[in-house]
């Protein structure tokens, strides 16, 4: 799909709330659904719908997505009469450039989950942490492993090597939950 159709097709599923489908361009013919709560011709902002049940919001860059379809099926149905509709609201979030979407992420004071590229670009890394500086062309993240230790040193993630950025989900929140901050 182009560029122009996706944001448009995201657009449209804000208001009323509509729930999407959403295509990466890496990820194969996988696809996350959404409630698309806020978009641009660089970010979008979905609440993620999982279940029927809210996990969290993710931010993604509209270049990485192939495809955005309106899902047209019971679930919406559902969603509505489980109350996962009424419990939707926009963060606020600045989605105007990755500086200003971290900026508002520290400004609630949540941890952010980066799915980022690492510098070859052929794999991918996942950090989960408290933002501890914003730069021009990159975010440092104070970062916790798999088993829950934290890391001495930030890690720096490049804007440009970002897929997306996770906050308010059950897995991030409750993880962090059990770590004590450094």
């Avoid at 919001?57 to 679930?75: H, L």
Wanted: aromatic fraction near 12%; include cysteine; glycine fraction near 6%.
């Amino acid at each position: 799909m182009k560029k122009s159709k996706i944001v448009k097709r995201l657009s449209g599923c804000i208001v009323p709330h509509k729930m999407c489908r959403v295509y990466m361009k890496d990820d194969g013919d996988w696809a996350l659904i959404y409630f698309p709560l806020k978009v641009n011709e660089k970010f979008f902002l979905g609440a993620v719908e999982d279940n029927f049940q809210l996990d969290g919001f993710r931010i993604c860059p509209v270049e990485r997505v192939r495809k955005a379809e309106v899902r047209k099926d019971k679930c919406l149905d559902i969603d509505i009469s489980e109350g996962v509709v009424d419990q939707l609201y926009t963060p606020k979030v600045n989605i105007s450039g990755w500086s200003q979407i971290f900026r508002s992420i520290k400004d609630m004071n949540k941890y952010a989950m980066i799915i980022a590229c690492d510098e070859d670009g052929k794999s991918e890394k996942l950090y989960i942490g408290d933002i501890a500086q914003i730069k021009k062309h990159s975010v440092l993240l104070m970062y916790f492993d798999a088993d829950g230790i934290w890391q001495e040193n930030p890690v720096k993630i490049r804007f440009k090597d970002i897929k997306s950025v996770e906050f308010g989900s059950r897995y991030v929140d409750v993880f962090s939950k059990y770590v004590l901050k450094p």
